[in-house]
């Protein structure tokens, strides 16, 4: 059995389509035993707008008001931010930021304040329609972003890419990519999952796996990951999320 004590990719209901609060994930987490969990709530095509048209951050930018661990469980101030085209550029990359810091745009702004980052794509115009030396140069620039620490969920349904390219970028740039649990729900994601899997062991890539948890009840599940892992005999030491210590040493963070 593999041994995952951080749960990287976790969301409140300030997603807006999650089910539970930060204070009841790092609960669940303390009972699971993991040592860390990452709020990861999602910034991009589902932030919300306010009347006068800017961004709804949220709690986003006011992370102050919570503390480094809850329950004894360290609780990344993190970020799901969203792949916006083909270059890999993020979410408001070229948004001018609010309350006079102009020198930065808005997903630039919120990137430099946040311990963990997760690229990941859900939607922009014409992403269903990529090529695969797309999809996989989008993956690559993405990588590329230094803010980026791990890129969620990359073998999302209709997304062909190189699987080897790709992991070569990461283990380049010291990025992770991340096996998330959620995939394996999915029949046709879950095979390419596996390949992504292999390639990596192959590449010697270290990956994360995440539970993606929309409620407390997920955090820290890794079931059907672990099931594939074993059964292609994916090494442990490649797990990056192993221990907090690890993870944040191969990010070169201090968490
Ligand atoms: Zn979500
Ligand atoms: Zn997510």
Same mark, same amino acid.
């Given at each position: 059995? #593999?041994?995952?004590?951080? %749960?990287?990719?976790?969301?409140?209901? #300030?997603?807006?389509?999650?089910?539970s609060?930060?204070?009841? *994930?790092?609960a669940e987490?303390?009972?699971?035993g993991?040592?860390?969990?990452g709020?990861?709530?999602?910034f991009?095509?589902?932030?919300?707008r306010?009347?006068?048209?800017?961004?709804?951050f949220?709690?986003?930018?006011n992370?102050?008001?919570?503390p480094?661990f809850?329950?004894?469980?360290?609780?990344l101030?993190?970020?799901?931010?969203?792949?916006? %085209?083909?270059?890999?550029?993020?979410?408001?990359?070229?948004?001018?930021?609010?309350?006079?810091?102009?020198?930065?745009?808005?997903?630039?702004?919120?990137?430099?304040?946040?311990?963990?980052v997760i690229?990941?794509?859900?939607?922009?115009?014409?992403? @269903?329609d990529?090529?695969e030396?797309?999809?996989?140069?989008?993956y690559i620039?993405?990588?590329?972003?230094? #803010?980026?620490?791990?890129?969620?969920?990359?073998?999302?349904?209709?997304? @062909?890419? %190189?699987?080897?390219?790709?992991?070569?970028?990461?283990r380049? *740039?010291g @990025?992770?990519?991340?096996? *998330?649990?959620?995939?394996?729900?999915?029949?046709?994601?879950?095979?390419?999952?596996?390949k992504?899997?292999?390639?990596?062991?192959?590449e010697?890539?270290?990956?994360?796996?995440?539970?993606?948890?929309?409620s407390?009840?997920?955090v820290?599940?890794f079931?059907?990951?672990f099931r594939m892992? %074993?059964?292609?005999?994916?090494?442990?030491?490649?797990i990056? *999320?192993?221990?907090?210590?690890?993870?944040?040493?191969?990010?070169?963070k @201090?968490?």
């Open positions: 059995m #593999y041994q995952v004590k951080v %749960d990287p990719h976790t969301h409140t209901i #300030y997603s807006g389509h999650a089910f609060t930060v204070g009841e *994930n790092a987490a303390a009972a699971q993991l040592a860390g969990i709020m990861t709530d999602h991009g095509i589902m932030t919300p306010r009347p006068d048209g800017r961004l709804d949220g709690p986003l930018l992370f102050e008001g919570l480094p809850i329950r004894g469980v360290r609780v101030q993190g970020v799901e931010i969203d792949i916006m %085209d083909f270059d890999g550029r993020l979410a408001f990359w070229d948004e001018k930021a609010p309350f006079g810091r102009s020198d930065l745009s808005v997903g630039e702004m919120l990137l430099q304040s946040r311990e963990i690229a990941s794509l859900h939607f922009f115009p014409g992403c @269903k990529g090529t030396a797309q999809n996989t140069g989008m620039g993405a990588i590329e972003n230094p #803010y980026v620490d791990i890129i969620g969920h990359p073998c999302r349904p209709g997304v @062909k890419f %190189d699987c080897r390219e790709v992991a070569r970028a990461a380049d *740039n @990025k992770f990519l991340e096996i *998330n649990e959620h995939t394996f729900d999915t029949p046709q994601a879950a095979p390419r999952c596996r992504l899997a292999e390639i990596c062991a192959e010697n890539c270290p990956v994360v796996v995440s539970s993606d948890a929309h407390a009840w997920m820290g599940r079931d059907q990951a892992l %074993d059964e292609i005999g994916f090494p442990q030491r490649l990056a *999320n192993e221990t907090l210590e690890k993870m944040a040493g191969l990010r070169g @201090k968490w």
